[in-house]
């Protein structure tokens, strides 16, 4: 029903822009929305933005409200996370998933995810 599979990461240095990929294969009539997590060693998964694919609408965590863009483009099913000045802090693997149904865009929790990528990992150095 749903596949995604993210690409773009890499190993940039502090301050440097990186744009991550997901492309979506999503098959269902209801509404759905995609987001984007990133989770670090020993930790859980931190939402970071995502967006409503009818309509465009966006929500963002706080620590990237600025630097991050998330964007789609319906024509190729991709969604996208444009991150500019990047902070070492920010190094972590980040994955796209997705939100099928009704459901709040602004919810940031991990649960409200049915389906996720493999991950690609975004490495900032200082």
């Known amino acids: 029903q749903v596949q995604l599979v993210e690409s773009g990461g890499g190993l940039v240095q502090a301050g440097d822009s990186l744009r991550l990929s997901c492309a979506a294969s999503?098959?269902?009539?209801?509404?759905?929305?995609m987001g984007w997590f990133r989770q670090t060693p020993g930790k859980e998964r931190e939402f970071v933005a995502a967006i409503r694919w009818s309509g465009g609408s966006t929500a963002y965590a706080d620590s990237v409200r600025g630097r991050f863009t998330v964007s789609r483009d319906n024509a190729k099913n991709t969604m996208y996370l444009q991150m500019n000045s990047l902070k070492p802090e920010d190094t972590a693997v980040y994955y796209c998933?997705?939100?099928?149904?009704?459901?709040?865009?602004?919810?940031?929790?991990?649960?409200?995810?049915?389906?996720w990528g493999q991950g690609t990992q975004v490495t900032v150095s200082s």
């Open positions: 999503v098959r269902t009539n209801s509404p759905y929305h």
């Open positions: 998933a997705a939100s099928i149904g009704i459901r709040n865009i602004n919810d940031a929790s991990e649960r409200s995810y049915a389906y």
